[in-house]
């Protein structure tokens, strides 16, 4: 158990709709990474917070945006969503948000677009 | 993961020694990482290396970095059943801290 939980475990939906992920960091760790793991992309970085601001970005959808709240949790919205959704979404935590640190990933949302 | 890559699949015999290999492009990556998931569960990190180092050895598991040829390998001493998994290494570029990861070697451990 890595300390990082995830809601939900499974989802599943359909086209268009919007969904809302949420991931809950280990005590004390200030940063939070989204990564995006489908078969076809592999799995890929998608955004960094640290402390609530924004840290990095990478393959984002701009139909996709994330937040991290005064608590440290995150959440990751995903809207008008597609089939080609349908991913694993891992979150992981970090003490600090510098290379070094440790990333400790939570268990995954998987999420179905039907 | 389209600048790390890894063959998709390695079965090695229990007790035997897996060879689990990376290619990377980026010659900026700074940190490499060796990473293990299991099913249904998040990744693991299992070692990483400094991109200055050649050798790190950490229990059952050697990583050798050949840095003219960008490869990365991992090798898993005295294969175990537990060791079944999908091994993905990853690399951080410069001084971000996004991981970009290899597409992952699935490693079946037989009897």
């Known amino acids: 158990d890595s300390g990082v939980t995830q809601t939900p475990k499974h989802l599943i939906t359909a086209t268009g709709q919007r969904v809302t992920l949420r991931c809950s960091p280990r005590s004390g760790d200030l940063s939070v990474y989204w990564y995006q793991q489908s078969l076809d992309q592999g799995l890929q970085f998608l955004i960094q917070y640290y402390n609530g601001e924004e840290r990095a970005k990478g393959n984002i959808l701009e139909r996709f945006s994330a937040q991290q709240f005064p608590d440290l949790h995150s959440e990751l919205n995903l809207s008008s969503l597609e089939l080609g959704d349908s991913a694993l979404y891992f979150c992981?935590?970090?003490?600090?948000?510098?290379?070094?640190?440790?990333?400790?990933f939570g268990p995954g949302t998987r999420l179905t677009v039907l | 993961g389209e600048d790390v890559e890894q063959s998709l699949f390695l079965s090695v015999r229990e007790g035997d020694s897996s060879v689990i290999n990376c290619t990377y492009t980026?010659?900026?990556?700074?940190?490499l990482y060796w990473y293990k998931q299991e099913p249904g569960a998040g990744l693991q990190l299992l070692t990483y290396?400094?991109?200055?180092?050649d050798m790190k050895q950490d229990q059952r598991l050697t990583v050798l970095l050949n840095k003219k040829d960008k490869h990365l390998s991992l090798r898993i001493a005295d294969t175990q059943t537990g060791d079944s998994a999908i091994y993905f290494c990853?690399?951080?570029?410069?001084?971000?801290?996004?991981?970009?990861f290899g597409t992952g070697t699935r490693l079946q451990v037989t009897l």
């Open positions: 290396i400094f991109s200055n180092m």
């Open positions: 990853a690399e951080i570029r410069g001084t971000a801290s996004k991981l970009t």
């Open positions: 980026d010659s900026s990556s700074t940190y």
């Open positions: 992981a935590s970090s003490l600090g948000g510098q290379p070094l640190d440790e990333q400790f």
